[in-house]
Each structure stands twice: as structure tokens, then as C-alpha cells.
């Protein structure tokens, strides 16, 4: 099974600032990568599928970079709005997800 | 626009049974593969069952075969999850996800339904 370690498991920002939270898989998945942005008590909600491709709607403060097994999710500009967990996921074998990330708004 | 509601869950003691109803609208459902995803309370997110866009195949999480069964039914827009020997670490919030394509391999979850809470507790 490929294992996804995702960091840092909190992380606590500034409105306007920048964001970063890196996704490793424990074995290379190409770009078979996605991020789910999940709001206290909502379902999650698909930001960003082959590692780089935003969906459509989603703010252009995001985005996402990576291959192989190291990837990153970047917020440019931190809105109050961004306050939430965050989770990569695999889907080049199954499906598996890392950890999830709590951005908290300083 | 694409609706998915789960139902079925609820309060169970363990080694019961339980089957949870997802009822999906506003796409073609036989055209797509369709998830479960469950998250425990306060924790992340386990992928648990597919199933292809034609009923005829699917896979489960090692964590529930043998014991969940992924099934749906294309002219009701349905697709189920029948539990069986439930245990206290099934408690968790069940996600119904819709894919975007029809195939067991088909594992980008682009719709999430709300969600149904099984709690397996004595």
C-alpha cells in the first residue's frame, strides 16, 4: 500500500500571508495527486486533482506543485475564508490519504 | 445541480448489521463510478469501498472486506453499503463520493455527500 505522510499537522498564519503543505508518498504516484479542503462539520470538497490543476471556482490563491513523491499545496495569500483541514490523496494505486492539515487563522 | 444524500446510519451495538442508502440526482448516474469514504470522529479520511458505473465491479479496503459490500442499483440512482459484524472502529462519518468516470479505477472524488454517522457502541 502506498503510505502518504502529509505536514505540518497544524499550522497557524496571518491574513495575507503564504501557506505551504507538502504531501510525500512512499512510492512514486506520477501526478496522480489531489487536495480536498475540509470546513468544520462539511464534507470535503476537491481543490486541486493531478497536482496542479485547479477546479473550477477555486480561488487562484491556490495551488499546487509536485511529482513522483513529494508535492505541495501552496495558499498565496491566506483569506479567513482558508480556515481549515486540508488532505492530499493518492489515486495511482487505490486510494489512500495523508494525515490532513488544520490551518488556523493567527 | 449534482445532489447526493446519504441514510441509514445511526446507533448499532457491536456485531450488528447496518446498510447505508446514498440517492444521487442532477448527473447520469449510471455513467459513473461511485465511492464510499468514512472519517472517524476528530481524525482524517479512509477510503473504503468503488464501485464501476455498471455494478460489476468493485473493491473494498482491506480494513472492511469480508465484512462491508459496496452494491448499487442504476435504476433506483442508488448505491448502498451493507455493514455486517460492525466493531467500535467503524464508528465514523460515512461519505458518499461521486468519481469522475465509470471504472473501479476511477478514484478522483469529485462530490461528496453530506455524510451518515454510524456509531457501533454498547
Known amino acids: 500500500d502506498i503510505q502518504m505522510t502529509q505536514s505540518p499537522s497544524t499550522l497557524s498564519a496571518s491574513v495575507g500571508g503564504r501557506v505551504t503543505i507538502t504531501c510525500r508518498a512512499s512510492q512514486n504516484v506520477g501526478r496522480w495527486l489531489a487536495w480536498y479542503q475540509q470546513k468544520p462539520g462539511k464534507a470535503p470538497n476537491l481543490l486541486i486533482q493531478?497536482?496542479?490543476d485547479l477546479e473550477s471556482g477555486v480561488p487562484s490563491r491556490f495551488s499546487g506543485s509536485g511529482s513522483g513523491t513529494e508535492f505541495t499545496l501552496t495558499i498565496s495569500s491566506l483569506q479567513p475564508d482558508d480556515s481549515a483541514a486540508y488532505y492530499c490523496?493518492?489515486?495511482?494505486?487505490?486510494?489512500?490519504f495523508g494525515q490532513g492539515t488544520k490551518v488556523e487563522i493567527k | 445541480q449534482v445532489q447526493l444524500v446519504e441514510s441509514g446510519g445511526g446507533v448499532v451495538q457491536p456485531g450488528t448489521s447496518l446498510r447505508l442508502s446514498c440517492a444521487a440526482s442532477g448527473f447520469t448516474f449510471n455513467n459513473y463510478g461511485m465511492h464510499w469514504v468514512r472519517q472517524a470522529p476528530g481524525k482524517g479520511l479512509e477510503w473504503v469501498a468503488v464501485i464501476s458505473d455498471n455494478g460489476r465491479n468493485e473493491n473494498h479496503a482491506d480494513s472492511v472486506k469480508g465484512r462491508f459490500t459496496i452494491s448499487r442499483d442504476n435504476y433506483k440512482n442508488t448505491v448502498y453499503l451493507q455493514m455486517n459484524s460492525l466493531r467500535a472502529e467503524d464508528t465514523a462519518v460515512y461519505y458518499c463520493?461521486?468519481?469522475?468516470?465509470?471504472?473501479?479505477?476511477?478514484?478522483?472524488?469529485?462530490?461528496w455527500g453530506q455524510g451518515t454517522l454510524v456509531t457501533v457502541s454498547s
Open positions: 493531478k497536482a496542479v
Open positions: 463520493v461521486k468519481t469522475d468516470c465509470g471504472g473501479v479505477d476511477c478514484r478522483l472524488l469529485v462530490f
Open positions: 490523496q493518492q489515486y495511482s494505486s487505490f486510494s489512500t
